[in-house]
C-alpha cells in the first residue's frame, strides 16, 4: 500500500529562517514523489517532482531511499511562502493514483 | 490556455436534486481525475479517466457518476447525495496518465459543494 505521512501539521518560521517540511512515505516499490502547494485562494499546483532533482522558487527536494523520506527544504524562508504544502507519491509501474499526505500549513511570519 | 476549469464555483442542493459538476481542458491531455476535499484534509482520488475511458473508480458510491464525453470534457452526475458528501470537489486533467510517467497534474479551482 501507498502512504504518505506529514509529521507536522503546522509550521511557523520567521522570515529568513531555514525551513524544512518533512515527509516520509511507505510503498515497497520504486517510487515518484512529488510536492504540491496551494497559496491562501489559489489552485493546488506542483511545486517539484523529485526526477527532475530541480529547485523552484528556492525550494529542493531530495529523495533519501534509505530513510524513505523526500523533505522539503529553503535555505531562507520568505513570507509569500506561506502556503498549505502536500507531499504526493505516485507509485511506479503502471500505477495510476497520486496519494497525498495530510499537509502542512506553513507560516512565515515577518 | 492553460488552465482546468470548473463549474459551476459553488452549488448548494437538495437530497433529492439531480446536479452535475463540469470540467474543461484544452491542454491535450488525455488523463483527467475527480478528487474529493473535506476541509483541512487533503484531496482524496475518486475517478480516474485515461484516453477517455474510465481506469480508476476508488470504490466511490453510485451516487456519484463520472462521464467522459470528450478529451476536453469531464463531468460528473449528482443525484441523492448526503449532507456528508459536502466538499471541494476538484478537476484535475494530465498530459499522459500518471501509469505513464510522472506526469504533473494541473487542478482546476474546484466546485464548493453543500448538500442540505
Known amino acids: 500500500a501507498q502512504r504518505v505521512t506529514q509529521p507536522e501539521k503546522l509550521l511557523s518560521v520567521f522570515k529568513g529562517a531555514p525551513v524544512e517540511l518533512k515527509c516520509n512515505y511507505s510503498?515497497?516499490?520504486?517510487?515518484?514523489l512529488f510536492w504540491y502547494v496551494q497559496y491562501s485562494r489559489q489552485r493546488l499546483q506542483l511545486l517539484l517532482r523529485?526526477?527532475s532533482r530541480e529547485s523552484i522558487k528556492g525550494f529542493t527536494a531530495d529523495l533519501n531511499k534509505g530513510e524513505t523520506s523526500f523533505h522539503l527544504k529553503k535555505p531562507f524562508a520568505q513570507e509569500e511562502d506561506s502556503a498549505m504544502y502536500y507531499c504526493?507519491?505516485?507509485?511506479?509501474?503502471?500505477?495510476?493514483?497520486?496519494?497525498f499526505g495530510k499537509g502542512t500549513k506553513l507560516t512565515v511570519n515577518p | 490556455d492553460t488552465e482546468v476549469t470548473q463549474t459551476p464555483k459553488h452549488l448548494v442542493m437538495g437530497m433529492t436534486n439531480k446536479k452535475s459538476l463540469k470540467c474543461e481542458q484544452h491542454?491535450?491531455?488525455?488523463?483527467m481525475y475527480w478528487y474529493k476535499q473535506k476541509a483541512k484534509k487533503p484531496p482524496e482520488l475518486m475517478f480516474v479517466?485515461?484516453?477517455?475511458?474510465?481506469?480508476i473508480n476508488e470504490s466511490v458510491p453510485s451516487r456519484f457518476s463520472p462521464e467522459c464525453p470528450n478529451s476536453s470534457l469531464l463531468n460528473l452526475h449528482l443525484h441523492a447525495l448526503q449532507p456528508e458528501d459536502s466538499a471541494l470537489y476538484l478537476c484535475?486533467?494530465?498530459?499522459?496518465?500518471?501509469?505513464?510517467?510522472?506526469?504533473?497534474?494541473?487542478f482546476g479551482p474546484g466546485t464548493r459543494l453543500t448538500v442540505t
Open positions: 510503498y515497497s516499490g520504486s517510487p515518484e
Open positions: 523529485h526526477i
Open positions: 479517466y485515461s484516453y477517455e475511458k474510465l481506469s
Open positions: 491542454m491535450g491531455h488525455r488523463a
Open positions: 484535475a486533467s494530465s498530459r499522459r496518465p500518471t501509469r505513464q510517467g510522472s506526469y504533473e497534474q494541473y
Open positions: 504526493a507519491l505516485k507509485g511506479t509501474g503502471g500505477s495510476e493514483k497520486l496519494v
